[in-house]
């Protein structure tokens, strides 16, 4: 595990809508399943459920795609993960 994300040029999505703003997990609406929490791909925009969600849509998408960096659109979290160096951070706007 590294203590630094090293995958940081690969964020494009830097508007991260709040969570009354996004329907769901986009897989889970798909296939009419329930989520616990969601998470937005900082490189595509996708919006996926947690890993604590029977989908655990945002980690397969994130190995599928190559897309390592979501971050949480619950309420009062602010947080970011890279799913390759295991690692949680903010991403701050500039």
């Given at each position: ?68 960096i979501v971050t ?12 390759v160096d295991e ?8």
């Open positions: 595990m590294s203590s630094v994300c090293a995958h940081l040029d690969q964020i494009e999505v830097m508007h991260v809508p709040r969570r009354d703003e996004v329907p769901g997990c986009e897989e889970c609406l798909r296939l009419g399943m329930q989520w616990v929490h969601l998470r937005i791909c900082r490189v595509c925009g996708r919006i996926g459920c947690c890993d604590s969600s029977p989908g655990r849509h945002a980690s397969k998408h994130a190995r599928a795609d190559g897309h390592p949480s659109l619950e309420p009062g979290e602010d947080w970011s993960w890279c799913f690692v949680a951070f903010v991403v701050r706007a500039e």
